[in-house]
């Protein structure tokens, strides 16, 4: 089996190619508000330096959110087109879970990932590791920092990640010690782990609905509240 996965979620745009027996393929790329032009060339590079077809692939698999709305929504129109026009399955995988399983690595007794929604909010998830593999504790929320950290207070020995957690490194810190935040390379949603995930679910013999599957912005994105507010109804 060869799946795409499609990671949109943040300034830094990843794909890769895996199967069931790992990796293929990775490229990440800074696309800077550039992602619409960039995303299927880039596609299609990954796939040409594999020496691969899209006729080659199985699978599609994409990143959920929450995150970046506009990236969010482009790559989800990308990776339902073809899956669509191939006619292979697409499954969907919350960024969330692809950031706490990437932490994994770090071998942590808790995860708390967060990811930055606006000044002085967070969308946030935390996990409890068993056996080496993050288990969700709740859905994602939204809100101040402060808030994860009061339930993080709950969880043994907790590191956080994702780029909510840079960007709030000294709050996080002055509470929890200096090497709670984990490094760079857990604050990016990996395509690759992304892949991992969703061959697992293929493997289980799941897949998504390729016109009803929708991204999990988990609150209503800032430019449909704009558009509202500025045309009330009567």
Known sequence: MLALAIETSGDVAGLALATEEG???ELDFSHRMDLLRRLMPN???????????????DAVVI??????????????????????VLGKP????????????????ARPKSIATLI???PQEVFWAIYRCD????????????SPVQDVMREAKRQSKIVFCGNGAERNREALEAEFGPSCVLDERFHTPRAAVLASLGIERLMRGESDDVFG??????????????????????
């Open 131 to 142: 056996a080496g593999r993050p288990v969700r504790l709740a859905e994602d929320r939204v």
């Open 90 to 105: 697409i499954v969907g995988v919350p960024t969330m879970d692809v950031l706490a399983h990437g932490a994994s690595a």
């Open 63 to 84: 990143s959920l959110g929450p995150g970046s709305f506009t990236g969010l929504r482009i790559g989800m129109a990308a990776a339902k087109s073809v899956a669509h």
């Open 116 to 118: 930055h929604a606006r």
């Open 213 to 234: 599957l929708a991204p999990r912005y988990v609150r209503r994105p800032t430019p449909v509240v704009r558009i509202e507010a500025s045309n009330p109804r009567d």
């Open 43 to 57: 596609v299609d590079g990954l796939l040409g330096d594999a020496g691969r077809s899209p006729h080659d692939l």
């Open 23 to 25: 990796l293929v393929s």
